[in-house]
């Protein structure tokens, strides 16, 4: 491909610049595919180029399929958004929640209530993420769960071991980015009777023809994975063995049990391009119907109030921008004046959610359009804080910006 394409070389431009590895690029609307942009490589030392096929980690992309699966329970009447998480994990039957969040675990009050689904599905359960914590928690979260990706403990264990701390905040409070996803993952295969990835394998993968999705990529497809990437102590790009914070092994076993529904998954632009369509269908992707229109509604309408919203925190950072909202997995385009294209900027009524390691994607409805960036790009939270490694979020403002011009 042709550095004269503005989009390649938009990407080519931070991977000249050790900022990104290479980034594969997806534009879609009105039922056909725009244009698909590669750029850089999957393996740099090998001096393998990204290919539309490429297989990467997409991270906390995971949690939308997560999500819309649990809506698909809904649906059938096998869960209600109110119901007790308790009612399939009673484990969290009576639940303490810390005076502070940094505080010792033994300093805890009665949580109010119980723990819903709509809690776990907008991130108002109380439960967080040990690496966004200096105090106990974040050791207690490290010691009890395992690695957030590819974790030794079962599943059954990881559930009792989570139901056995302290939340940081009553149910139902506030955003908290967090395990949330990850909790209802494994409540969908108790409720399926079934592991978390046949599940999603038979009510999403396999209807949509998403055949590169899974939580492992089998051996024959190992020469397409792209190989994790991220940065030293002076900010060089490097290859890694695994991702940020240990969340994942070199090589995950085969035999492992526990899968991650918030950040587990591995795609390509294709195959999430099969999913994503279903947000400018009304619920539908072709002839397969995954949510009923209403639910779809139900999902993508934002659910916190206006003080969640402008409360909601990542590493001390705004985890929305002024014109975002917060539907049940997703984040939802309110005013498209006042929206950050990171978490997805379009028409009202436009989602995505992002991935830690560099994927981005936005579904549109207004102009029935998708867009999706996928790259390897991990991160330390300690080097976010000393600006080392964003440059993959400037190529994602890049690219939606370019894609967006070709769209008009």
Same mark, same amino acid.
């Given at each position: 491909m042709s550095t004269s394409d503005?989009?390649?070389?938009?990407?080519?431009a931070y991977v000249d610049a050790g900022e990104l590895a290479g980034a594969a690029t997806l534009v879609w609307r009105e039922g056909d595919v725009a244009q698909v942009r590669c750029a850089g490589w999957r393996d740099v030392d090998a001096?393998?180029?990204?290919?539309?096929?490429?297989?990467?980690?997409?991270?906390?992309?995971?949690?939308?399929?997560?999500?819309?699966?649990?809506?698909?329970?809904?649906?059938?009447?096998?869960? !209600?958004?109110? #119901?007790?998480? +308790? %009612?399939?994990?009673?484990e969290f039957e009576h639940m303490r929640v810390l005076r502070t969040p940094d505080g010792p675990l033994d300093d805890t009050v009665p949580a109010e209530r119980s723990i819903t689904f709509e809690d776990l599905l907008t991130h108002r359960s109380g439960l967080t993420i040990g690496d966004f914590h200096s105090g106990p928690i974040a050791k207690a979260y490290a010691k009890t769960l395992g690695g957030d990706i590819d974790s030794t403990v079962s599943p059954d264990d990881w559930i009792s071991g989570l139901a056995g701390l302290p939340l940081i905040d009553q149910p139902g409070a506030a955003f908290h980015y967090s395990h949330s996803t990850d909790l209802l993952g494994l409540l969908i295969a108790r409720i399926e009777d079934a592991p978390l990835g046949e599940v999603l394998a038979r009510r999403?993968?396999?209807?949509?023809?998403m055949k590169d999705t899974g939580f492992?990529?089998?051996? !024959?497809?190992? #020469?397409?994975? +792209? %190989?994790?990437?991220g940065f030293d102590e002076s900010g060089k790009l490097t290859a890694r063995l695994t991702a940020a914070g240990g969340s994942t092994m070199a090589e995950r076993p085969e035999d492992m049990e526990y899968v991650s529904g918030g950040q587990g998954l591995w795609s390509t632009v294709?195959?999430?391009?099969?999913?994503?369509?279903?947000f400018v269908g009304a619920g539908q992707v072709g002839s397969e119907r995954l949510l009923k229109p209403e639910t779809l509604a139900l999902?993508?309408?934002?659910?916190?109030?206006?003080?969640?919203?402008?409360?909601?925190?990542?590493?001390?950072?705004?985890?929305?921008?002024?014109?975002h909202g917060f539907g049940l997995g997703v984040a939802v385009v309110l005013d498209p004046v006042t929206v950050s294209p990171l978490r997805g900027r379009g028409g009202v009524g436009t989602v995505g959610w992002p991935g830690a390691f560099g994927g981005w994607w936005q579904a549109d409805p207004t102009n029935r359009s998708v867009m999706i960036f996928l790259a390897h790009n991990v991160v330390e939270l300690e080097q976010i804080a000393n600006v080392i490694g964003l440059g993959v979020f400037d190529a994602i403002v890049q690219f939606h910006s370019l894609a967006s011009v070709q769209l008009r």
């Open positions: 503005p989009i390649v070389a938009a990407i080519e001096k393998l180029p990204v290919e539309r096929d490429t297989i990467f980690r997409i991270a906390s992309m995971t949690k939308p399929i997560t999500s819309a699966v649990a809506l698909m329970l809904l649906e059938e009447g096998r869960l !209600a958004l109110d #119901d007790p998480i +308790a %009612r399939w994990a009673p999403v993968f396999a209807p949509l023809g492992t990529v089998p051996k !024959a497809k190992h #020469d397409r994975r +792209a %190989r994790l990437y294709d195959d999430y391009l099969a999913f994503a369509r279903m999902m993508t309408t934002n659910r916190l109030s206006e003080s969640q919203r402008i409360g909601a925190r990542m590493m001390g950072m705004p985890v929305f921008a002024s014109g």
